[in-house]
């Protein structure tokens, strides 16, 4: 039932329409707008002001409802932050594993509640820190991780039941993911106490970060494959942290980034149920990642969207019946891209701004970027900045106390509906495409460049907007005096990536040969089967067998991926 009757309405848009034609217009008049027409970052017109005539069709049941009900739109919990607030994870990863747990273990002194890891360039493509390839690039951007060990000594002193752990690594995720629950073995900590995260989303790869290893059906193998093992032996892991947030930072607009997010979402439940799995038992552990840029009432809006479209999706079109099935959980991001060099102390203000609007979203968790990040991986000083953020807008705001502050607000529903509607318009030409399969739409949106093309020319408006100063950067195309000095930035140790490849030296010249070889040609020989992998990509990591040997295995069966290269 729609909130507002009729009559209601009618009245609301004749108030309106005095009063602009009465106060608007001889406001306007002596005192002109700034601009002639005003839109958010994604291109959706803003009006001057909102009423509810411009959601006549609002029900507080089918669109909103309460927080913790279906559609969720105001939040995924009945409590929301008044019962835990969100996790504070602030992602670390450089040089050595011995390195990264040094900063894993400074973040949690200062406040952070989970670990995120991010790894080097040749570590999330498949490529050993030896192999030619790696060489400049090893521990430069991310830790590099190349076996069972390192993985050991990436968690050394942490006590793996009890600290949620999220792995953002795509295409080789089932190997990271065997080392971390082969080192959990180690440790005598059981699979079913591990709480966390792989990233694991093969799809965006190929449009999104780009960093592929193999092409995009064998990376949707592997992704499968870890989903259906976890979800049987690893029942509180969450198997796919569907990621929206690279495809944003590819250029992508708000819109974009949901519409395409929530695509593969159905492709991995249209994955899961080609092999018989039930969306009941394997979707509840399917996560969401987001960025949040700049705009902060569209970002708010997207988040509450996605909510609402993937309960939506996943009850009409798959059938689910575990509300927990519908929810759409994510951790999210404050957008690097958005951060400027000049006057780098100003990104505290950018990055506490998009935290906010994370928050007022209802993230589950929040990683606020380094105010020096547009320099080099973010130095302890913005890391503890960073958490400082998010500890002062959970304590002291009042923003947590109650869930879904800004709903009801006639701009943020109208907003809401919008970027569903258009979201939904993408959703449905990748549809068409596969023939009323998302799966196979997604592979042909994939192959045609289809996605890459729309995310370029969101990219090039984007732009666009900056050099002709319709949007404006301090710092950027808006000149700001920076007398500032700038605080002392991370400095690379150019010593570890000698350091990694001792290491991995050693590891290769002790372990048993024979029992390695074998744990490989067993896993060649599954992989050119229908097997599923992770019980031999296990058996291969505690072999011993590198990250870069076991998917140089599936590169041998799956190929090169060869990127179209839309522009």
Not at 111 to 121: E, K, P
Not at 527 to 550: K, Q, W
Request: one cysteine or more.
């Amino acid at each position: 039932m729609p909130l507002y009757d009729q009559e209601a309405l009618d009245a609301s848009q004749a108030q309106r329409a005095r009063w602009e034609h009465d106060e608007l217009s001889a406001t306007t008049s002596k005192l002109p707008t700034s601009r002639d027409q005003f839109r958010t970052i994604s291109g959706i017109p803003v009006e001057p002001i909102y009423t509810p005539a411009d959601n006549p069709a609002l029900s507080y049941e089918e669109d909103l409802g309460n927080p913790g009900q279906y559609p969720f739109t105001r939040g995924v919990y009945p409590t929301m932050y008044r019962g835990r607030q969100w996790s504070r994870r602030q992602i670390a990863g450089f040089g050595t594993a011995s390195s990264t747990n040094a900063r894993f273990k400074f973040l949690m002194e200062n406040g952070q509640t989970g670990l995120s890891t991010d790894f080097d360039h040749p570590t999330l493509t498949g490529y050993d820190s030896l192999h030619p390839l790696s060489e400049g690039e090893v521990g430069r951007l991310g830790v590099a991780i190349d076996t069972l060990p390192d993985m050991a000594d990436l968690f050394d002193g942490i006590p793996l039941d009890k600290v949620s752990i999220s792995l953002t690594v795509n295409h080789p995720a089932i190997v990271l993911l065997a080392f971390l629950l082969e080192h959990a073995k180690d440790q005598g900590v059981g699979w079913d106490r591990l709480r966390g995260t792989v990233q694991n989303d093969s799809l965006k790869e190929s449009f999104g970060q780009k960093t592929f290893a193999v092409p995009p059906r064998g990376g949707f193998r592997l992704t499968m494959d870890l989903v259906e093992y976890c979800t049987e032996h690893v029942p509180a892991w969450n198997t796919i942290s569907i990621s929206g947030y690279h495809t944003r930072e590819a250029g992508s607009d708000a819109i974009q980034e949901l519409a395409f997010t929530m695509a593969q979402g159905m492709a991995y439940i249209e994955g899961g149920l080609r092999r018989g799995m039930s969306v009941d038992t394997f979707a509840p552990r399917l996560s969401f990642f987001f960025g949040v840029h700049m705009d902060f009432f569209e970002e708010i809006a997207k988040l509450r969207a996605a909510r609402r479209l993937w309960a939506r999706i996943v009850k009409e079109r798959y059938g689910a019946t575990n509300p927990r099935a519908l929810l759409c959980r994510f951790h999210s991001q404050t957008l690097g891209s958005t951060l400027v060099r000049n006057g780098m102390l100003n990104n505290i203000v950018r990055g506490t701004s998009q935290a906010l609007a994370a928050v007022l979203g209802g993230t589950q968790s929040l990683h606020v970027s380094g105010y020096d990040e547009a320099h080099d991986i973010p130095s302890e000083d913005a890391m503890r900045m960073s958490l400082t953020t998010q500890r002062i807008l959970g304590s002291e705001t009042g923003v947590p106390d109650t869930a879904d502050p800004l709903g009801g607000s006639f701009f943020v529903e109208k907003l809401t509906s919008e970027i569903e509607e258009r979201a939904m318009e993408y959703i449905n030409k990748i549809d068409a495409m596969g023939n009323g399969s998302m799966l196979d739409g997604m592979f042909a949106a994939i192959d045609s460049g289809y996605i890459e093309k729309e995310i370029a020319d969101a990219s090039y408006d984007y732009q666009r907007r900056i050099e002709n100063k319709d949007y404006l950067v301090l710092g950027l195309n808006v000149p700001i005096a920076d007398a500032t000095l700038p605080p002392k930035l991370y400095e690379h140790d150019d010593e570890e990536e000698e350091r990694q490849k001792e290491r991995l030296a050693d590891v290769v010249r002790k372990r048993d040969p024979l029992i390695t070889a074998g744990a490989l040609d067993a896993l060649r020989e599954g992989t050119a089967g229908d097997a599923n992998l992770m019980p031999l990509v296990l058996d291969a990591a505690r072999s011993h067998a590198t990250e870069g040997e076991i998917m140089g295995v599936f590169r041998e069966i799956f190929g090169e991926h060869q990127d179209p290269g839309i522009f």
